[in-house]
């Protein structure tokens, strides 16, 4: 099970970011930290099919994208009522934001994250080190924390953000 998400600064003015994740709201923080803290969570569908889901909702507002990418000169709104009569579920954003629960997350209920802890090793030049325990700090967590989220995220989208 997995989530289709609409991401924008505004549910009534493009752009719009169509993706799909495990959490939206997980997700929802990463896209703040390279695109502005403005972005909002605007709609979420719940789905069984979240690869098939995501590409028909790209499908649907393809002559809408910006230069080939998942976001979309489209109002979040309008990509909304493309989605309604499909078979996903909406989610209520205002209760996930609220409660500030996330969706049931199944890497780390006895997935990717299950098993015996093992030690990783890499190496990497210093200023790097130095500016990503910055960062860790600035987030309020450890560089190790942020790194497994890193590592199961790429697992789980089976894709690099950013090659090296």
């Known amino acids: ?27 929802l923080n990463q896209l703040r930290r390279a695109h ?15 690869d098939e889901a995501e590409q028909e909702v790209l499908d649907t507002t393809e002559d ?3 230069g080939g990418t998942e976001w979309r000169i489209l109002p979040a709104r309008e990509i909304a009522e493309h989605i309604e009569g499909t078979e996903l579920e909406p ?9 500030q ?13 299950g098993g015996e802890t093992v030690r990783f090793n890499a190496r990497i030049p210093e200023n790097l080190r130095d500016a990503f325990s910055d960062l860790c700090e600035n987030e309020i967590t450890t560089m190790s924390r942020a790194i497994k989220q890193y590592m199961v995220e790429a697992v789980e989208q089976d894709e690099l953000d950013a090659p090296i």
């Open 91 to 99: 989610v209520s954003v205002s209760r996930l934001l609220d409660n």
């Open 101 to 113: 629960t996330e969706p049931p997350n199944p890497t780390t209920e006895g997935g990717l994250m």
């Open 1 to 27: 099970m997995g989530y289709i998400y609409l991401i924008s600064k505004d549910a009534d003015a493009p752009p719009t970011k169509v993706g799909k994740s495990s959490n939206p709201l997980k997700r």
């Open 64 to 66: 809408a994208s910006v």
């Open 36 to 50: 502005g803290k403005e972005l909002q969570l605007q709609f979420v569908y719940k789905t069984d099919r979240m």
